[in-house]
């Protein structure tokens, strides 16, 4: 290959200017490192402007929500549970301190110390104060207010837990981004606590962010410690620090350059695009391996440094080649998923892969070059040829077990073939039960606060996730025409005879020059400018004309419309996860009842408009009138049910939002209303199911690609087709072990096929190029055999092991999404390797003569 | 009341005296003396008055909902108790709801609301009055007025047009603000600006004339704008069609006659 053969002697020749463009490469990507933006809101797995996201958004501007952090203050210890004075005092003191961190929304943060109670308050009284606006000092006044939050269904679960255990303290924050500090802030103020109360903090927007957080302490801890694992597993199988140096430069250097160049180009480092460097450093370790493998089998022969570098050179450029682009392209596939984060993840990682193979191929061979000979000497005294040797570590026992391996796969090549069958039934069957769910705080190990947190929580609370079931009025009487309006209004004028009325009428539409508004207003004036009650109904009688066609009240004033939610929540109710939900008609049946002497059988709606309105009315008087407007719009178009959920897994609350298509498809809304879903729990469910789709898509196109690519490289369909056995043997059992575990498809493992695809396919590659080139060579099948299973063989095994073993201290990253990599860099290793060595010699062995034909003609190339 | 009849005597001999000096007179140097003559020149003008007024009540969205309502007033005495009535014709559906207040100087306020849908009259028990008045930015209180009892004065400034001055209240607990500053017109003795402080030292609301025309003789705030600056929103109230000294009886302020308030007190007409 004359291509290596120029690279190998230009690096080998001007070993120092590479040096000098790696160093540049590295500090200029590098330097730009420091202007990095975080993004950890899985929001952004969705685009912009995707439908879901704005109908989002739009709820949340139009009820004036915020993402809060929920606060819990938990007292097991009490006999009355958490109403007595300590607690109390404490949950006050609590409150009035989170009001004053920056960044909260102080008038809107929920808790016993700022909400309103609207009450009965002795016959024929209504009383309007404050929950507890001081910490209460008598035992008589805990009472009372204990007593006050049994008749407010709004705080009963969801401020105050039902079994009086638990009292929640609602923060909405301003910025989502900046729930970490608010947080920390909020655990200050906890410390300074003393009593038998535990305290708790949760909701979605802290897990987030308190992920992104600990997600950077672990790039800084998990991938330089795996580096070192993997550094020590170099040298175990080199022995020379010289010689295992050069990856250990290589694999650093891509991932800086990477990241360097990905925040240089102003993308903000997302949860994906911080997995970036676990990703690639076992990637950019691979090719190294290879090359130093064979560098050390050649030398250790010859001895002639320049010889061995070349001939390693030209036998494994190709396969280096096809491996990185394999890979590059594997990732690259991700750019056609519909996640955004997921796009550029996808392809920063394959152009790591690339140059990670750019970087190989030039950096190691000049640095090789500048290896003092006492080092060569090193490396050739380190591995000697000792085929007999019971050394505790040194490869021969590698050697004996590959030995074996190699012959095992002939001798037992039909049970080899039937394993796999067995495996890939096993692997169908599990993937079958593979159950797709994701929930952020799942990203935490189950000890770590947030988890316990979320536990505590949800088990005294109806829930901490919030989603909205959000009704839409969608009837528009169309641009309403003035003048038939005005028409209609001159009849009623004109019916009473009156000529003074019709006269006013005249003036006022004459001033109000065809705008219905001003009509409108006019109208009004002389309403309340009518002397007697006659005049006065003319007046309401036009009104009634002209704003009825204007909307002036909207849908949810009407009875049967809130009816209609009290129907959805109940439905809502009904469902397995929701464990409570708040709304208008809540509301409106408390403040009824607490105008009617507190009498249980008016805890209802009223029966008419007015009623209700004037309800709202009275409900407005308190000390936090704009609470109604999180629930209604201020033109009764519009209304949102809170729905608590007590999960925040996918599936909960995709089963929710079935069961409540269900209940729709039963009782359709009235005409003219729409129900749609908002919050953070269900934007989380479609992302989720594109992110499954995109996935799903990406890995079935880049198979098809790479299958392409394969029988190109091989000029060969059968060589193509085995080419893809292990990677699709290895992604199948890894699914179907996922399946089989109950492990749940999320985010990372959805990410980890890719990976999975390019690590495997290194592999089959590497291993059918040397043996159909050594079947070409010797032209006896049970030689090739024996001659792959020493050296190629070898440097796929220290491959594995040095990935596999490499990233065990992932396993102990307190995030899930960590252990997972780990966990699974250590299964792909191992299965792709045993698949490659063991499942293509058996197939091969069966196939001999259908794809090396005769001896003669077996070499394509 | 006693106690405030003392003040009274003083304020109206200072009345006399002022009266006839031109605006450019020597300052007032007593807050007392300023804070009074506020206090009657904003909620005193004549023995009885009406308005018409609109409320425009504004989010920080700029989403707008209009209450519209008749109020009268009726003075016991001048800088003493006194009585309120409104009634709601805007939004049509809380139209006929009436709130009438029997505002006490040294006592509780009684209050009531009148649903005519429910057919309810609900006393309000006394205590804050420093709620929502139907869900707008302006607190009952503002309506009706606080007593001036209720705080401590101090006269921190005297521009040439306005003598500032900060009230810290006596009983800090039943009030959601650390101080507030009212900005005295010097001429006409409105009060042209209001700001309320919170303990963090903020200002979090303010209140602000921003029309004044002399009516029958009184100067009278004809637009007023309340900000709530936490939640970015803000209720603009405009008055028109406004009369004094119309000799409305008291029996229109009482509970009996909630339910069937007169329209020939009420009428807006001239």
């Known amino acids: ?861 | 009341m006693i106690k405030t009849l003392p003040k009274l005597f003083f304020f109206l001999c200072a009345l006399l005296l002022v009266g006839g000096m031109d605006a450019t007179a020597q300052d007032l140097t007593d807050v007392h003396t300023i804070i009074d003559r506020a206090n009657l020149a904003a909620y005193y003008a004549g023995d009885d008055g009406r308005a018409l007024t609109r409320l425009t009540i504004v989010d920080a969205q700029g989403r707008e909902r209009i209450r519209q309502f008749t109020i009268l007033r009726r003075d016991v005495e001048d800088g003493g108790d006194q009585s309120y009535a409104v009634l709601f014709s805007r939004p049509a559906d809380v139209r006929g709801t009436v709130f009438l207040v029997q505002k006490h100087v040294g006592e509780d306020d009684d209050r009531w609301l009148y649903l005519p849908s429910l057919d309810l009259v609900k006393r309000i028990a006394a205590g804050d009055k420093r709620t929502s008045f139907v869900g707008s930015d302006f607190y009952y209180e503002d309506v009706s007025g606080r007593a001036p009892q209720e705080d401590e004065h101090a006269l921190i400034e005297t521009t040439d047009t306005q003598y500032v001055i900060k009230n810290t209240p006596l009983d800090p607990g039943s009030v959601e603000f650390a101080s507030w500053t009212v900005w005295v017109d010097k001429a006409t003795f409105l009060p042209m600006k209001m700001e309320y402080v919170d303990a963090a030292g903020d200002v979090y609301r303010r209140i602000e004339s921003l029309a004044v025309e002399t009516v029958a003789g009184y100067p009278t705030v004809t637009q007023m704008k309340v900000s709530d600056l936490r939640t970015g929103g803000h209720t603009i109230s405009e008055m028109r069609s406004i009369a004094y000294d119309l000799g409305i009886p008291e029996q229109v302020f009482t509970e009996r006659t909630l339910r069937n308030p007169q329209r020939e007190w009420f009428s807006t007409r001239p």
């Open chain 1, 1 to 861: 290959m004359s291509i290596a053969h120029s690279i190998t002697t230009l690096s080998t020749t001007r070993p120092r200017l590479v040096f000098v463009c790696v160093l540049l490469l590295t500090l200029g990507l590098g330097a730009l490192i420091p202007l990095i933006q975080i993004d950890t809101d899985p929001e952004n797995m969705l685009p912009d402007d995707q439908p879901d996201r704005v109908f989002h958004r739009s709820v949340k501007s139009d009820f004036t929500l915020y993402d809060f952090i929920v606060v819990g203050v938990v007292n097991e210890a009490h006999p009355d549970g958490v109403f007595n004075q300590e607690t109390l005092a404490e949950a006050h003191r609590l409150t009035r301190a989170i009001e004053q961190i920056e960044g909260v929304v102080t008038h809107e943060v929920l808790s016993l110390a700022t909400v309103d109670d609207v009450r009965s308050d002795g016959p024929g009284v209504v009383r309007f104060a404050w929950m507890m606006a001081d910490a209460p000092t008598t035992d008589a006044e805990v009472q009372a207010i204990r007593d006050a939050t049994e008749r407010q269904p709004m705080l009963r679960g969801t401020l105050v837990s039902e079994d009086h255990r638990a009292l929640a303290i609602y923060v909405p924050i301003v910025d989502k981004s900046e729930s970490h500090r608010i947080a920390s802030e909020i655990r200050a103020v906890m410390a300074e606590a003393a009593g038998d109360e535990q305290y708790h903090i949760t909701g979605l927007p802290v897990a987030e962010e308190t992920f992104g957080v600990e997600m950077f302490l672990q790039m800084g801890v998990a991938a330089p410690l795996a580096g070192l694992v993997v550094f020590f597993m170099l040298w175990v199988f080199f022995r020379s620090f010289a010689l295992i140096t050069a990856p250990m430069i290589v694999a650093p250097v891509t991932v800086v350059a990477t990241m360097g160049l990905l925040i240089g180009l102003g993308f903000p480092v997302h949860i994906m695009s911080s997995m970036i460097p676990i990703f690639l450093m076992p990637i950019a370790v691979v090719d190294s391996v290879h090359i130093l493998s064979e560098f050390a089998d050649r030398y250790r022969l010859t001895g002639d440094r320049a010889e061995a570098l070349h001939e390693v050179m030209h036998e494994l450029f190709t396969p280096m080649l096809y491996t990185s682009l394999t890979s590059a392209v594997g990732f690259a596939s991700l750019a056609f998923a519909p996640i955004p984060p997921v796009r550029v993840f996808g392809l920063f990682v394959a152009f790591g892969i690339l140059l990670a193979f750019v970087l190989t191929v030039v950096f190691i061979p000049a640095y090789i070059s500048r290896m003092s000979e006492a080092q060569l000497a090193k490396v050739q005294a380190a591995v000697p040829v000792k085929q007999d040797s019971d050394g505790p570590h040194d490869a021969t026992r590698l050697g004996r077990v590959l030995k074996w391996l190699g012959s095992g796969s002939i001798q037992y090549n039909k049970m080899v073939l039937l394993f796999t069958v067995g495996v890939v039934a096993f692997s169908v069957w599990g993937v079958m039960q593979i159950t797709i769910n994701d929930n952020p705080v799942r990203w935490f190990s189950p000890s770590h606060e947030i988890r316990v947190a979320d536990r505590v929580l949800n088990t005294h609370f109806g829930g901490t996730y919030d989603a909205y079931l959000v009704l839409d009025q969608t009837t528009e009487s169309g641009a309403p025409n003035v003048s038939d309006l005005a028409a209609a209004a001159t009849a009623i004028v004109e019916q009473t005879g009156d000529a003074a009325l019709t006269d006013a009428w005249v003036a006022i539409q004459a001033d109000a020059e065809d705008d219905l508004d001003a009509l409108i207003d006019n109208v009004y004036d002389e309403l309340d400018a009518a002397l007697t009650d006659e005049e006065a109904v003319v007046w309401e009688d036009v009104l009634a004309g002209l704003e009825g066609a204007s909307g002036g009240g909207g849908a949810f004033q009407d009875p049967a419309m809130l009816a209609y939610v009290e129907q959805l929540q109940a439905a809502l109710l009904a469902t397995d996860h929701v464990g409570k939900s708040n709304a208008l008609p809540d509301i409106i049946k408390t403040v009824h009842r607490a105008l009617r002497e507190g009498d249980d059988a008016y805890f209802t709606v009223p029966n008419s408009s007015g009623g209700v309105a004037q309800t709202l009315l009275s409900y407005q008087s308190s000390h936090r009138p704009n609470d109604l407007w999180h629930f209604v719009t201020p033109d009764y178009r519009r209304a949102n049910i809170w729905v608590q959920l007590k999960s925040g897994d996918n599936q909960d609350m995709a089963a929710v939002t079935e069961q409540v298509d269900a209940f729709l498809a039963e009782n359709p809304p009235p005409p003219g209303l729409t129900v749609n879903w908002g919050g953070l729990t269900y934007i989380n469910v479609v992302w989720q199911q594109a992110m499954v789709n995109g996935m799903l898509n990406a890995l079935l196109s880049s198979f098809l690609i790479v299958f392409v690519m394969m029988v190109v490289l091989f000029r060969s369909f059968w060589f193509g087709l085995l080419a893809m056995l292990p990677l699709s043997v290895t992604i199948l059992f890894i699914y179907g072990l996922i399946g089989w575990t109950g492990k749940d498809y999320d985010m990372p493992i959805a990410v980890l096929s890719s990976l999975t695809l390019g690590l495997s396919i290194d592999f089959a590659i590497h291993f059918l190029q040397r043996t159909r080139a050594l079947q070409a060579e010797t032209g006896d099948w049970a030689t090739t055999v024996r001659r792959v299973f020493a050296e190629p063989a070898r440097a796929i095994t220290r491959n594995a092991l040095v990935i596999a073993i490499g990233f065990t201290p992932l396993l102990f990253s307190p995030l899930v999404p960590y252990n997972t990599v780990g966990i699974f860099l250590a299964t792909i290793m191992s299965a792709s390797c045993l698949a490659t060595l063991v499942l293509l010699t058996s197939t091969l062995h069966v196939m001999r003569r259908l794809v090396f034909g005769s001896p003669a003609s077996a070499d394509g190339s």
